[in-house]
């Protein structure tokens, strides 16, 4: 007669069993996992150092293109610009490196900077647009007149357009240098702007900012930048507002420029005014510009091409 202890063992003998074939299975189990795993490591490892190589070949390339277009730019630009004159207006995120880069271009364009203008993050705060347009319109120059548009970037555009830039059929001054200093000085009390000494109206202005605007607000502060650009580019014989890579995108203003055909028909964009090329490309779209015509150049997406009289790019 079977006892109940022989029950016993061989019910613990047959989870005995049945547990040894467990840690078998799952031992035989991981070593094949693992080693999969290991080979795909290794063909992960493979690829990333393939993509590095082809990165570093790609970046090697982009730095000769971009020493040879620094090396000929001065060439390239010689007297397209000759005895003109133009207006720096800087961001205040905009890169001293370019600014500077872009100043010795236009001298060696011919044309001469009249002065320089910083626009302050108080310029493009939207908490304090309805602080820039009350003292806007109340350095609106006698005789000058403004759109009707109430946002605080175009306003500000009108009023330093009227008193930086001259007409551009008679060349001559839109306001007194009364007016001038009255509007700087109003705008610096302010807090909007930063004037360097002995600012002088200028036929051309180009509008110098950095990449997309970020944080709360970003999309307010583009717009006020592109709506700026484009009413200055009005008021005078040609503008151009170039900026860093990134300031083609939907929160930059270049971006907001180029999402609106009313402002490409006559406002010109450059997006990579951090490189030579793009600061060639920035000095030819203000001959083009001074000729009528307008663009997008450089190497976003929305672009038309990189520079003016260059076949139209891919993302054209």
Same mark, same amino acid.
């Given at each position: ?6 029950h ?17 299975g ?19 490892g ?9 990165r570093n070949?790609?970046?090697?390339r982009l730095?000769? !293109?971009?020493?040879?277009?620094? !090396? ?8 397209t610009? @000759? ?6 207006v ?8 370019d ?9 060696q ?21 309805d ?21 605080s ?5 009108a ?16 306001s007194?240098? @009364? ?10 009390d ?12 200028a ?31 009005? !008021? ?8 860093d890579p ?13 999402a609106?055909? !009313? ?13 030579a090329? #793009?600061r ?11 000729d ?8 976003? #997406? ?15």
């Open positions: 007669m079977i006892s109940l202890r022989y016993i063992v061989s019910i613990t003998a047959c989870f005995l069993a049945l547990a040894v074939g467990v840690v078998l799952s031992t035989a189990l991981n070593g094949s996992l693992l080693s999969g795993l290991s080979d795909q490591k290794k063909d992960l493979t690829q990333v150092s393939d993509l590095e190589a082809q070949a790609l970046n090697a730095a000769d !293109s971009d020493a040879f277009a620094g !090396s000929m730019g001065p060439k390239v630009v010689a007297g610009l @000759d005895k003109r004159t133009v207006v720096l800087t961001t205040e995120d905009a890169r001293p490196a600014r500077d880069a872009i100043k010795q271009l236009v001298q364009s011919g044309a001469s900077v009249t002065g320089e203008l910083q626009l302050t993050d108080s310029f493009t705060d939207p908490e304090k647009a602080q820039l347009r009350d003292v806007v319109t109340r350095l609106q120059p006698a005789g000058s007149q403004f759109p009707t548009a109430g946002d970037g175009t306003l500000a555009g009023l330093l357009g009227s008193v930086l830039l001259l007409d551009k059929s008679t060349a001559k001054p839109q007194t240098s @009364d007016e001038l200093a009255a509007a700087l000085g109003g705008l610096t302010g807090g909007f702007v930063k004037p360097s000494q002995g600012v002088q109206p036929q051309l202005a180009i509008v110098l900012t950095g990449a997309q605007q970020t944080g709360e607000g970003a999309g307010d502060r583009a717009a006020t930048i592109a709506r700026f650009a484009t009413q200055l580019d009005r !008021s005078g014989a040609g503008t151009v507002l170039a900026g990134g300031s083609a995108d939907g929160s930059g203003p270049i971006g907001v420029v180029r609106d055909t !009313s402002a490409t028909s006559i406002l010109s964009t450059v997006d990579n005014v951090d490189s090329a #793009g060639v490309a920035t000095l030819l779209a203000l001959r083009e510009q001074l009528g015509g307008a663009g997008r150049y450089g190497t976003g #997406g929305n672009a038309q091409a990189p520079a003016p009289g260059v076949g139209s790019s891919a993302g054209n």
